[in-house]
């Protein structure tokens, strides 16, 4: 009886939820098999539907034919690497392109629709270093040129994309700051911008030709949004707002019309990639949804029709909308008197792009003129001497020696094991925090898989030594496991390999979800604590111990709010003086006290935006002196794939940026989108004299081509990081 009205329960909610909204739109599988998070309609002789990539074995973007019954076909797919972004502009010089920024490069490419096919206009390719999570296109309805604006870490790039002399170009007009990581967002007829991100407010700027950044608008806070997209109505545009299993409609004054309920799929979760094709179609004759999905059963592209939806919501529809349409008569935004490359809003001066100067914006010039390590060879683009990287060839490159064989589907963080009578027997521990895979991983310094525990999806790792277990001096692993939200411990051996310790689990409080973890040894009291955070910032301190048959206990000591209270995760603590770093990833760097009694109050000693540090701040690791307080901050600055590297003393002054380049020789690729590290400044053997950086790199390439599924950690000399100077100076 109690299962039935449980049942009746069940299906009566899932009834309101669905069917009490103003409409309804039941989904189809159209393509699966991969991991989407966006998708776009190409409005050409008849209508396609293109999707990123994400997965890490193929990557790219894929394009579908639309058809009345699904599964649609697949009509092309371009292997660039892994890709959040995919998205078509049109006219371009007469050509309809698409555009595509894959994670591994930070690349904008720039495909041109030829018939049923694609080709790469390859001297169209635009570096534009970030990590990237999505891109809107408007159409300036005064001058008809094609603009982009690219969402990144608290950052847009806005882009004009333009065809000149048969030539697709792309250039970048300015980047602006916003609030959040924007990962959806939509453009009206009037060029105001929406966008937002899962738990974030609805935001919005007015897009306009010019140079001058963005006002940026809060919307709403009480608008949930995941994918966002416009119908353009003949009465006004509308905004659909997708969330949970529903899409929110708001006209052009923000007011609800309604919502429209979604079914079809079981365990639906929206992915993100809202869009909406307003044509008619076989099948579709008022139009199409689409959106990226995960079911039950499958993920990819889902598709729904618009029938009897717009009219459910009183909106008129416009199955005539043509996204090509622009002004009657264009005026000319970009003109020849300042070259076409700047602005003239006063039809006088000029507001020249980056990359140009002079007062007719005829000369091309590059930040820092390339930092006196290359030469200019186009606007902010340098080609850099040997040795040198980055936009502007200030960050120092090195070449991994080795990388780890693959393991796991989402690796995350390195921790060193220093082998206490053999330094070229040390070990390489990491984590898998995804459920394929998951667990802690042991390498040899060549990087050889030696050995796989399995784990609670593990996150952060950090590596105690001579921790009293009993009577008995025992090294340990610990992290924080995201799988049962518990502090996760395991004894390692003399050799270096794992194995489980009593009281290895300890819990955590009812509903604290773990996020990062670290440890602190402290000097002053001789005690161990662990440092464990969530999403919230909400930082606990546990004291571990042991009892005298050697089960391993944990006690609460501390709680506090790191940093300014936004999303943290790699924290490192400085043992012999007592200060825990830890990074914000929207914000910067943090220094606590690490004592239990210590100040909750922290000192910002790194702040994003800063011209040296960019979001998201990820993994912090810390080389000492052998004597002294000398040394070295390491901080991974995932937006630029790049490294950061402070003074260990305070106040901890900016000493370097180093980026990982191709290491043809030894067949190990560069790094990006980097994560969790760790350094150890000991001499281990000839290929490490001076030390170990071992890094986790987000898409591993493959000599054939294309990234690897599973994931790889980067192992880095660190003398060819800090030099021998540097070395000799930490007295190891």
Same mark, same amino acid.
């Given at each position: 009886?109690?299962?039935?009205?449980?049942?009746?329960?069940?299906?009566?909610?899932?009834?309101?939820?669905?069917?009490?909204?103003?409409?309804?739109?039941?989904?189809?599988?159209?393509?699966?098999?991969?991991?989407?998070?966006?998708?776009?309609?190409?409005?050409?002789?008849?209508?396609?539907?293109?999707?990123?990539?994400?997965?890490?074995?193929?990557?790219?973007?894929?394009?579908?034919?639309?058809?009345?019954?699904?599964?649609?076909?697949?009509?092309?797919?371009?292997?660039?690497?892994?890709?959040?972004?995919?998205?078509?502009?049109?006219?371009?010089?007469?050509?309809?392109?698409?555009?595509?920024?894959?994670?591994?490069?930070?690349?904008?490419?720039?495909?041109?629709?030829?018939?049923?096919?694609?080709?790469?206009?390859?001297?169209?390719?635009?570096?534009?270093?970030?990590?990237?999570?999505?891109?809107?296109?408007?159409?300036?309805?005064?001058?008809?040129?094609?603009?982009?604006?690219?969402?990144?870490?608290?950052?847009?790039?806005?882009?004009?994309?333009?065809?000149?002399?048969?030539?697709?170009?792309?250039?970048?007009?300015?980047?602006?700051?916003?609030?959040?990581?924007?990962?959806?967002?939509?453009?009206?007829?009037?060029?105001?911008?929406?966008?937002?991100?899962?738990?974030?407010?609805?935001?919005?700027?007015?897009?306009?030709?010019?140079?001058?950044?963005?006002?940026?608008?809060?919307?709403?806070?009480?608008?949930?949004?995941?994918?966002?997209?416009?119908?353009?109505?003949?009465?006004?545009?509308?905004?659909?707002?997708?969330?949970?299993?529903?899409?929110?409609?708001?006209?052009?004054?923000?007011?609800?019309?309604?919502?429209?309920?979604?079914?079809?799929?079981?365990?639906?979760?929206?992915?993100?990639?809202?869009?909406?094709?307003?044509?008619?179609?076989?099948?579709?004759?008022?139009?199409?949804?689409?959106?990226?999905?995960?079911?039950?059963?499958?993920?990819?592209?889902?598709?729904?029709?618009?029938?009897?939806?717009?009219?459910?919501?009183?909106?008129?529809?416009?199955?005539?909308?043509?996204?090509?349409?622009?002004?009657?008569?264009?005026?000319?935004?970009?003109?020849?008197?300042?070259?076409?490359?700047?602005?003239?809003?006063?039809?006088?001066?000029?507001?020249?792009?980056?990359?140009?100067?002079?007062?007719?914006?005829?000369?091309?010039?590059?930040?820092?003129?390339?930092?006196?390590?290359?030469?200019?060879?186009?606007?902010?683009?340098?080609?850099?001497?040997?040795?040198?990287?980055?936009?502007?060839?200030?960050?120092?490159?090195?070449?991994?020696?080795?990388?780890?064989?693959?393991?796991?589907?989402?690796?995350?963080?390195?921790?060193?094991?220093?082998?206490?009578?053999?330094?070229?027997?040390?070990?390489?521990?990491?984590?898998?925090?995804?459920?394929?895979?998951?667990?802690?991983?042991?390498?040899d310094l060549k990087g050889k898989l030696l050995q796989h525990a399995p784990a609670e999806q593990p996150n952060n790792v950090?590596?105690?030594?001579?921790?009293?277990?009993?009577?008995?001096?025992?090294?340990?692993?610990?992290?924080?496991?995201?799988?049962?939200?518990?502090?996760?411990?395991?004894?390692?051996?003399?050799?270096?390999?794992?194995?489980?310790?009593?009281?290895?689990?300890?819990?955590?409080?009812?509903?604290?979800?773990?996020?990062?973890?670290?440890?602190?040894?402290?000097?002053?009291?001789?005690?161990?604590?662990?440092?464990?955070?969530?999403?919230?910032?909400?930082?606990?301190?546990?004291?571990?111990?042991?009892?005298?048959?050697?089960?391993?206990?944990?006690?609460?000591?501390?709680?506090?709010?790191?940093?300014?209270?936004?999303?943290? *995760? %790699?924290?490192? +603590?400085?043992? $012999?003086?007592?200060? !825990?770093?830890?990074? &914000?990833?929207?914000? #910067? =760097?943090? @220094?606590?006290?690490?004592?239990?009694?210590?100040?909750?109050?922290?000192?910002?000693?790194?702040?994003?935006?800063?011209?040296?540090?960019?979001?998201?701040?990820?993994?912090?690791?810390?080389?000492?002196?052998?004597?002294?307080?000398?040394?070295?901050?390491?901080?991974?600055?995932?937006?630029?794939?790049?490294?950061?590297?402070?003074?260990?003393?305070?106040?901890?002054?900016?000493?370097?940026?180093?980026?990982?380049?191709?290491?043809?020789?030894?067949?190990?690729?560069?790094?990006?989108?980097?994560?969790?590290?760790?350094?150890?400044?000991?001499?281990?053997?000839?290929?490490?004299?001076?030390?170990?950086?071992?890094?986790?790199?987000?898409?591993?390439?493959?000599? *054939? %081509?294309?990234? +690897?599924?599973? $994931?790889?950690?980067? !192992?880095?000399?660190? &003398?060819?990081?800090? #030099? =021998?100077? @540097?070395?000799?100076?930490?007295?190891?």
């Amino acid at each position: 009886m109690r299962s039935r009205i449980a049942y009746i329960a069940w299906a009566l909610a899932n009834f309101q939820a669905v069917f009490g909204k103003d409409a309804n739109i039941t989904l189809a599988p159209a393509a699966t098999g991969f991991e989407a998070d966006g998708t776009a309609f190409y409005y050409g002789s008849s209508p396609v539907v293109l999707a990123n990539d994400g997965s890490a074995a193929d990557g790219g973007f894929r394009v579908f034919n639309v058809d009345k019954d699904a599964p649609w076909s697949q009509r092309s797919h371009q292997k660039t690497g892994r890709s959040k972004i995919v998205m078509p502009v049109y006219d371009v010089g007469g050509r309809d392109i698409f555009l595509n920024i894959p994670a591994p490069d930070s690349i904008l490419r720039a495909f041109e629709v030829k018939g049923v096919g694609l080709e790469e206009v390859k001297h169209a390719r635009k570096k534009v270093l970030g990590d990237w999570s999505t891109l809107c296109i408007w159409r300036s309805a005064i001058s008809g040129e094609n603009y982009g604006f690219l969402f990144g870490k608290k950052q847009v790039v806005q882009l004009l994309i333009r065809g000149r002399k048969k030539d697709t170009e792309i250039l970048k007009i300015q980047t602006f700051p916003i609030p959040i990581e924007g990962e959806a967002c939509t453009v009206f007829s009037n060029g105001l911008v929406y966008f937002s991100a899962e738990d974030q407010p609805l935001y919005s700027f007015q897009a306009t030709e010019s140079t001058t950044a963005r006002e940026i608008k809060t919307v709403s806070k009480d608008i949930e949004v995941i994918g966002l997209a416009t119908y353009h109505s003949t009465s006004g545009d509308y905004l659909f707002v997708a969330h949970d299993e529903v899409i929110d409609v708001y006209d052009d004054t923000l007011s609800q019309k309604g919502s429209i309920g979604l079914s079809g799929i079981t365990d639906l979760s929206i992915e993100g990639g809202l869009s909406i094709y307003q044509g008619s179609a076989p099948g579709f004759p008022s139009g199409i949804i689409a959106l990226a999905f995960e079911g039950e059963d499958s993920t990819g592209v889902a598709v729904g029709s618009l029938d009897g939806v717009l009219s459910a919501l009183d909106i008129k529809p416009n199955t005539e909308f043509s996204p090509r349409d622009s002004c009657k008569s264009c005026e000319d935004a970009v003109p020849e008197r300042c070259s076409y490359n700047g602005f003239s809003p006063d039809n006088r001066s000029c507001q020249c792009f980056p990359g140009f100067s002079d007062r007719d914006c005829s000369e091309q010039v590059c930040k820092n003129e390339c930092s006196g390590n290359g030469k200019c060879e186009g606007p902010n683009t340098c080609k850099c001497s040997d040795g040198w990287e980055g936009p502007d060839c200030s960050f120092v490159a090195v070449q991994a020696k080795y990388e780890t064989d693959a393991n796991g589907g989402d690796g995350d963080d390195p921790a060193i094991w220093i082998h206490p009578t053999d330094a070229s027997q040390s070990k390489i521990v990491t984590t898998t925090k995804s459920e394929a895979g998951a667990g802690f991983t042991i390498f040899d310094l060549k990087g050889k898989l030696l050995q796989h525990a399995p784990a609670e999806q593990p996150n952060n790792v950090d590596v105690i030594t001579n921790f009293t277990v009993g009577s008995n001096k025992t090294d340990l692993a610990f992290a924080a496991c995201r799988g049962d939200n518990t502090l996760c411990l395991l004894a390692i051996n003399s050799t270096g390999f794992l194995s489980p310790v009593a009281g290895g689990i300890q819990p955590t409080p009812e509903d604290y979800e773990v996020y990062g973890s670290c440890t602190y040894h402290s000097y002053k009291t001789g005690k161990q604590y662990l440092f464990v955070n969530n999403k919230d910032a909400e930082y606990l301190q546990y004291e571990l111990t042991s009892t005298a048959n050697g089960t391993l206990q944990t006690t609460l000591v501390r709680e506090f709010i790191g940093g300014s209270g936004g999303q943290v *995760e %790699g924290c490192v +603590a400085d043992d $012999a003086t007592g200060f !825990l770093f830890l990074g &914000e990833e929207p914000e #910067g =760097v943090w @220094r606590y006290d690490a004592e239990p009694d210590g100040s909750n109050t922290g000192l910002q000693i790194a702040k994003v935006g800063d011209g040296i540090l960019s979001a998201d701040v990820e993994g912090i690791t810390l080389v000492p002196a052998k004597s002294g307080n000398s040394g070295y901050i390491f901080v991974s600055s995932q937006g630029i794939s790049a490294y950061i590297v402070y003074e260990r003393a305070p106040p901890h002054k900016y000493v370097l940026t180093f980026t990982i380049v191709n290491n043809d020789q030894a067949a190990v690729d560069h790094v990006s989108n980097t994560d969790g590290i760790a350094a150890v400044g000991n001499h281990l053997n000839s290929d490490f004299p001076g030390g170990i950086f071992v890094t986790h790199d987000d898409a591993n390439e493959l000599q *054939e %081509g294309g990234t +690897a599924a599973e $994931a790889s950690f980067k !192992l880095v000399s660190l &003398e060819n990081i800090l #030099g =021998v100077e @540097r070395i000799k100076d930490l007295g190891y």
